[in-house]
């Protein structure tokens, strides 16, 4: 064995998982061959060209774990690279969790709606937000290289600023009249595939974000208490 050889990830594990789907199958038709628990070489001979010729079963299990083997085995997953728009992937951050499942709880055609007030809110300071954050993760990309992974950029204390900054600013907008209406119009509007969210939907963003600048602002405030004690 080379000495190279590196233990698997786990998503590798899950992917390793059609030699088990292989070898079930294997068993299962050399058992029912078998005469007195003996198979006769030529007889494994047979069933191992039948199998490598596939099989119903091997088709459908084959099936259903290729998808999932391409997104696991897929280079660069989680990688934070100068390509993405750090910005928009930090001002998601929050709410990323309701992106995911089937079905989402919010799904992730309707983002544009979110992006649309985010620009409403910031105006030109849109630009400085999005400059700032690209320079952080030049910045975290020089220090990691292509180790990086998005965790890491969102754990920078410097990104967290950020993340503060701007949702304290969004929040203050949405508080407004131009932002109560630019929020109404914007996240209830349909998206290009038909999608209509629903008030729930748009209410759980808005609530996501709220508890997450609580979050961030928890320790500056904790750190004013024991300086003022």
């Known amino acids: 064995m080379s000495k190279h050889r590196t233990a698997c990830s786990d998503s590798q594990k899950k992917c390793y998982a059609a030699a088990t789907i292989v070898s079930d199958v294997l068993e299962r038709l050399l058992r029912e061959t078998a005469r007195d628990g003996m198979v006769r070489v030529e007889e494994a001979v047979k069933i191992l060209k039948l199998v490598g010729r596939g099989t119903y079963e091997l088709d459908v299990a084959f099936e259903h774990q290729e998808k999932a083997c391409r997104q696991d085995m897929q280079p660069g997953r989680d990688k934070a690279s100068a390509r993405n728009n750090p910005f928009r992937r930090l001002m998601v951050r929050p709410f990323e969790t309701l992106l995911s499942g089937e079905p989402a709880p919010y799904p992730r055609p309707l983002l544009g709606n979110y992006f649309d007030v985010l620009e409403a809110a910031y105006g030109e ?75 729930q939907q748009t209410d759980s963003i808005r609530e996501v974000l709220e508890h997450t600048l609580r979050g961030l602002d928890m320790p500056a405030a904790t750190l004013r208490t024991a300086a003022t004690a």
């Not at 950029?153 to 949405?174: C, K, N, S, W």
């Open 125 to 199: 300071k849109y630009g400085e937000y999005d400059r700032h954050s690209k320079a952080l993760l030049q910045s975290l990309l020089v220090a990691h290289g292509h180790n990086l992974n998005w965790d890491t950029f969102y754990a920078e204390p410097r990104v967290g600023q950020i993340m503060a900054h701007a949702l304290r600013r969004l929040l203050r907008f949405l508080e407004t009249p131009n932002g109560q209406r630019a929020w109404l119009t914007s996240m209830s509007r349909p998206a290009p595939t038909g999608l209509r969210p629903s008030a």
